[in-house]
T-cell receptor, first 116, second 111 residues
């Protein structure tokens, strides 16, 4: 158990819908990262927050957004869902703000999203 | 942009055989990390290498970081069924603000 929690575990929805994925980092970790893992794309970095502020952005679609709240939990919002958005979404957390600090990232169990 | 390539994509070995996966970056890396993901699980951090030519061992696992800090390898001696999973290398992007993961090597160990 990494100490990172994600809910829900599974999510099945229809195209065009909007969903919210939730992540609670390990106690004491200030950074939260979101990744998408699909069969043909591997692990793709989406976005990072550090202590409530957006710190780095990867290949995140405009239909997707995220935020980190004062209690440090984070939510990833996916809207106008398409079939291709079906994937595993992982959240990871770390102590320090970024990789220059050589952070270890601790991954949560993931949310499996299926878009029908 | 930065690319991190990993080979092979798949590897099947008989239990007791050795296994190696290779990671190559298009750019010089300040450090490289290795993660393991068991089937149905999440990536778990294994190790980080920082110095040029660095070699680290964890029991049967040996990790190397190339002299030019653009490549790395993970070698498992005498594989066991518990080694099954996908092994990913990951390196910081040029801005050092995100990790670029390799495509992973999926290891199957046949009993």
């Amino acid at each position: 158990d990494s100490g990172v929690t994600q809910t829900p575990k599974h999510l099945i929805t229809a195209t065009g819908q909007r969903v919210t994925l939730r992540c609670s980092p390990r106690s004491g970790d200030l950074s939260v990262y979101w990744y998408q893992q699909s069969l043909d794309q591997g692990l793709q970095f989406l976005i990072q927050y550090y202590n409530g502020e957006e710190r780095a952005k990867g290949n995140i679609l405009e239909r997707f957004s995220a935020q980190q709240f004062p209690d440090l939990h984070s939510e990833l919002n996916l809207s106008s869902l398409e079939l291709g958005d079906s994937a595993l979404y992982f959240c990871a957390s770390s102590v320090a703000p970024g990789l220059a600090a050589r952070d270890t990232q601790y991954f949560g169990p993931g949310t499996r999203l299926t878009v029908l | 942009g930065q690319q991190v390539m990993q080979i092979p994509q798949y590897q099947h070995v008989q239990e007791g055989e050795d296994f190696t996966t290779y990671c190559n970056s298009s750019t010089t890396l300040s450090n490289i990390q290795w993660y393991k993901q068991r089937p149905g699980g999440h990536p778990v951090f294994l190790i980080q290498l920082v110095k040029s030519g660095e070699v680290k061992k964890q029991k049967r696992l040996t990790f190397q970081f190339g002299e030019a800090k653009k490549n790395s390898s993970l070698h498992i001696t005498a594989t066991q069924t518990t080694d099954v999973g996908t092994y990913f290398c990951a390196g910081p992007s040029g801005s050092a603000r995100q990790l670029t993961f390799g495509s992973g090597t999926q290891l199957t160990v046949l009993p």
